[in-house]
């Protein structure tokens, strides 16, 4: 071969290269310090629930504030998982409106979970920042609803376990009656050791 063939056999094969490692990073790599939100998003959601009522879990080491009307409900029976829910005044279905919280296990089939991942149809699972800790996050919005699971991977200095998850699902008519507000909730979240 003679050299220019090779030159030029080198400058593919090196751009080649450059492009899978950079696409790598691209697609895979999220830096750790990542903002989940602005500043300007987060002062105005602490302005917001400034007059909420706070739930602590010290078994768990989390918390998280909850609007004056809502309810938070524990499961000691089946999962020691925290439900919180909209006022009565809100629901208008069958299903309860809240978001769960399972810090152990969610007790059933999860999107994350291995060969799971069509659970959730639609579902794209991105890494993100949660309460300053590194997650998973499907959030799923189609015509018939609007789906988020979370799942904690940074377990360092939490009592969760691996196959923890908080989730919430609603329908659009739901989803305008207390959407903003499970976002804010979602928002004021925060491990406490």
Request: with cysteine.
């Amino acid at each position: 071969m003679n050299q220019k063939g090779f030159v030029k056999d080198l400058v593919i094969i090196i751009l080649g290269v450059i492009i899978l490692v950079g696409g790598y990073f691209y697609f895979f790599k999220k830096p750790a310090n990542a903002p989940a939100e602005s500043s300007k998003n987060i002062v105005a959601s602490q302005n917001e629930t400034a007059n909420w009522k706070i739930y602590r879990s010290d078994k768990y080491g989390f918390e998280f504030k909850y609007p004056a009307d809502w309810s938070v409900e524990e499961q000691k029976v089946y999962n020691n998982g925290v439900n919180i829910l909209a006022p009565s005044s809100l629901q208008k279905g069958k299903e309860p409106l809240l978001i769960r919280v399972d810090p152990i296990d969610v007790g059933r089939d999860s999107v994350f979970d291995p060969g799971k991942e069509s659970f959730v149809p639609g579902c794209k699972i991105k890494m993100i920042i949660f309460a300053s800790k590194e997650a998973k996050d499907c959030t799923v919005e189609t015509v018939l609803g609007f789906s988020r699971y979370i799942r904690v991977l940074d377990l360092v200095g939490t009592s969760w376990g691996p196959k923890n998850e908080i989730s919430l699902s609603l329908s659009p008519g739901e989803q305008k009656l207390v959407g903003e507000s499970f976002s804010q909730i979602l928002t004021t979240f925060k491990f406490t050791k």
